[in-house]
C-alpha cells in the first residue's frame, strides 16, 4: 500500500452526563495496490432473511472496545454497515447524524440502501485472519447492487476490525454500481446525542464532526482506497490514566504486555520529567498501578515496538504536579531486560508516564509490570559485609524471595536444591584466608532449606560450589556451611533460592570469617573513638593506629557504606542514608571492632 495523504483529526466528544468518550481518532488515506481479490477463501457467509435490509448478529473473536464500551459481538447489515448494541435492521435510509435508533451505534464503510440479487452472485461473509493478540476481523461485501429500480452494476468493499488497538479500517473494490448515495463514517448516540465522524472521498478526503455527508455518489466512490481509522489513547491525561496490574515476577513479559499507544497523544504539561528526553513537544500517556507487597516492580520492554525508545517516569498517584520518583528510557539494546523501581510503599497507587524519546515515533509500544526485588538477578546483587567469627554485634540478612525472578535463562540451572527459580542474589569480598561461613539464624523462617551457589567472574553463570542447610525437619542451631578457595580480595556471587522453589518469603542469614582468620575480636588492641552519635550528615573516627577499613551495615544486614582510610583519621559521609540503626564495623590488619550508629 502506499500512502498519500494523512491527516490528523481532533474528535474527542463526550456522551451524555457519564462522560463516556468516542475516543479521538488518528484518520489515514492510503491506496491499495494489486488487484482486488472478489472471492476470498475461508470465509464465513452470512445468510439473511430479508436480502435488502436484512440483519444478522455474528460473534467478534475478541473484545473490541467502541464508543466507551466492549463488545464481543456485532450486527452485520445488508445496508453496508455493522451496529453495535441495538436490535433491529440497520435502516435504509442513510444518516450518520441521526438519532433514530436504525441509524445510530453504526460503523459503515458504505452506507445505503443496498440489496442481494442472485443473478450479481453476491455475498456478505467475514473471516479471522492472525494471531491474538494482533488479531483482526474481516467483513466483505461482495457485488451488492442500489436497490434503485433502474439500478445496474454492483460494488464490493471491507471493513477491518482489529484486536487491542481497536483500529477501524475500510477497503474499496471496484465499482460498476450506476446509482449511489451513501455514508462513509462511524457514530455513536448516548441516549440523548449522536456523534459521528463523517469522511467525504478524494485524492485528499476529508473528515468532519459537524456535517454529515450521507449523498456519496458513483463519482466520489473510493475505489482503490484504504481508509484506516486509529483512536487516539483515552490516557492522555494524568487525570485519566489506564489502570493496569502489576504481574507475578515470573509472568511472560510478551503475552502479559501493555500495549501503549501514543499517536494523536497530546503533551499534558506539568513538571517536566528529569530524564528521559523530554521537551514541550513531547506526547506523552499515562497508567496507574497498585504498588505489590515488596514494594519493588521492575519495567520491561519485550520487543522493538514503533517507538525508537520507551522513556518514563513514576509517580505517586497525584500525577504531572507531583514529586517524580524516578525517570529514564529503555533502548533498543535493553528489550527484554528489567528496570528496577524501588521505595514504594506497598498498596499504594502509582502513576507512570510514557512518551518516546524525541518525540518522533509514534504508534504502539510494548511493556510489562511485574514484582520484583531489586538483587533478583546478578547484576543487582546486594554487596554483604563478612562479620569477625566472634564479632560482638551482627545483623542478619532476611533474604526474600516473594516476588523474585528465575534467572535461570541468563545464569544457568544450579547444581543442587532443586533448583526451580525464585533466586535471590548477593555478593561479598573474600578475607584473607579464602574461606567464608554462611550461618543461618535459630529463626528458621519461610524457607524449608537455605540453598546458596557460589559465583565467580563477570558473566556470574561460572558456579563455583553449591551447598544447603537444611531447615524444615531440624532444629536450630543448624548446620554451617563453609565456602573455600576463594582469593582473598575477589568479588564472589552468592545465588539463594529455596529448596524446590515452594516456599516464599524470608530467610535469614549472614556470613562470617572462619575461627582461623581473625580470632577473638580483639577490641583492646584497636582503641578508637568516634562521633557525633546520633549524627546526620558525618561520622568522625580517630584511632591510635592505622585504619584499613570502615564498613556501615544496615539493619538487613547490608552494606550501604565502605572507605579503606589508610590513616588514622576518617570521615564516614551519611547525609544520603536514611535514619535508622547502623551497625559500624571498624579494623585494622590485626583486629575489629563494632559499635552502634544512630542516623537521624
Request: aromatic share 12%; with cysteine.
Amino acid at each position: 500500500m502506499r500512502k498519500t495523504t494523512l491527516l490528523l483529526v481532533s474528535l474527542f466528544w463526550i456522551l451524555g452526563i457519564q462522560a463516556q468518550t468516542l475516543e479521538t481518532y488518528q484518520f489515514q488515506q492510503e491506496n491499495l495496490t494489486g488487484t482486488w481479490n472478489n472471492n476470498l477463501t475461508g470465509m464465513t457467509e452470512i445468510t439473511f432473511s430479508n436480502l435488502d435490509d436484512g440483519e444478522q448478529s455474528i460473534t467478534i473473536p475478541f473484545t473490541f472496545k467502541y464508543a466507551g464500551h466492549s463488545y464481543t459481538d456485532v450486527r452485520v447489515g445488508v445496508n453496508g454497515g455493522i451496529r453495535f448494541g441495538t436490535t433491529g435492521d440497520i435502516f435504509s435510509s442513510n444518516n450518520l447524524s441521526s438519532t433514530d435508533a436504525g441509524h445510530t451505534n453504526i460503523i459503515a464503510p458504505l452506507w445505503d440502501d443496498w440489496k442481494m440479487v442472485a443473478a450479481d452472485n453476491p455475498r456478505i461473509s467475514y473471516k479471522l485472519y492472525g494471531s491474538a493478540p494482533n488479531r483482526y476481523l474481516l467483513i466483505d461485501w461482495k457485488n451488492m447492487r442500489h436497490y434503485g429500480s433502474s439500478a445496474t452494476g454492483y460494488v464490493s468493499f471491507r471493513l477491518l476490525l482489529r484486536e487491542t488497538t481497536n483500529v477501524i479500517e475500510f477497503l474499496y473494490g471496484p465499482s460498476t454500481s450506476s446509482t449511489m448515495s451513501a455514508s462513509i463514517g462511524f457514530n455513536a448516540n448516548d441516549g440523548t446525542t449522536t456523534t459521528f465522524v463523517s469522511v467525504t472521498p478524494g485524492n485528499s478526503a476529508t473528515v468532519s464532526t459537524t456535517t454529515a455527508n450521507n449523498s456519496i455518489s458513483t463519482t466520489d466512490y473510493p475505489a482503490g482506497k484504504h481508509y484506516i481509522f486509529s483512536p487516539q489513547p483515552p490516557n492522555d491525561f494524568y487525570t485519566l490514566p489506564t489502570v493496569i496490574t502489576v504481574n507475578d515476577a515470573n509472568a511472560d513479559p510478551v503475552s502479559h504486555a501493555v500495549s501503549a499507544y501514543n499517536a494523536g497523544a497530546t503533551n499534558s504539561g506539568g513538571t517536566a520529567p528529569q530524564n528521559g528526553m523530554w521537551s514541550t513537544s513531547s506526547r506523552d500517556i499515562w497508567y496507574r498501578f497498585t504498588a505489590p507487597a515488596g514494594g519493588i516492580v521492575s519495567l520491561t520492554r519485550p520487543d522493538q515496538g514503533s517507538w525508537s525508545s520507551l522513556s518514563y517516569a513514576f509517580y505517586p498517584a497525584g500525577g504531572a504536579t507531583g514529586p517524580e520518583i524516578v525517570s529514564g528510557y529503555i533502548n533498543s539494546s535493553h528489550i527484554g531486560k528489567k528496570v528496577y523501581i524501588t521505595g514504594l510503599t506497598p498498596g499504594n497507587d502509582y502513576l507512570i508516564r510514557m512518551w518516546d524519546f524525541g518525540n518522533n515515533q509514534f504508534g504502539y509500544m510494548h511493556f510489562c509490570l511485574r514484582e520484583g526485588q531489586v538483587n533478583e538477578d546478578a547484576e543487582n546483587a546486594i554487596q554483604l559485609g563478612v562479620f569477625d567469627h566472634n564479632a560482638s554485634m551482627i545483623l542478619y540478612v532476611n533474604a526474600n524471595n516473594q516476588g523474585a525472578d528465575n534467572s535461570a535463562p541468563i545464569n544457568g540451572t544450579p547444581s543442587c536444591g532443586s533448583f526451580g527459580g525464585n533466586d535471590v542474589w548477593y555478593k561479598f569480598t573474600a578475607p584473607s584466608d579464602g574461606k567464608v561461613e554462611v550461618v543461618h539464624s535459630d529463626t528458621a523462617g519461610d524457607w524449608s532449606s537455605f540453598v546458596f551457589a557460589v559465583y565467580y567472574g563477570p558473566t556470574y553463570n561460572t558456579e563455583i560450589s553449591c551447598d544447603i542447610i537444611y531447615i524444615s525437619g531440624h532444629t536450630a542451631p543448624y548446620d554451617i556451611k563453609t565456602i573455600t578457595g576463594l582469593t582473598a580480595g575477589s568479588t564472589y556471587y552468592l545465588r539463594t533460592y529455596d529448596y524446590g522453589n515452594n516456599d516464599f518469603g524470608i530467610s535469614p542469614f549472614y556470613l562470617r570469617t572462619t575461627a582461623a582468620a581473625s580470632g577473638i575480636e580483639n577490641i583492646a588492641s584497636l582503641d578508637f573513638n568516634y562521633y557525633p552519635n546520633p549524627a546526620s550528615d558525618v561520622i568522625n573516627v580517630n584511632a591510635q593506629g592505622n585504619i584499613q577499613k570502615i564498613e556501615l551495615y544496615n539493619i538487613n544486614g547490608q552494606v550501604v557504606k565502605s572507605i579503606e582510610p589508610n590513616n588514622e583519621k576518617a570521615t564516614l559521609d551519611i547525609s544520603t542514608l536514611p535514619n535508622g540503626l547502623y551497625l559500624m564495623k571498624v579494623q585494622n590488619d590485626k583486629s575489629v571492632k563494632t559499635v552502634k550508629i544512630i542516623k537521624k
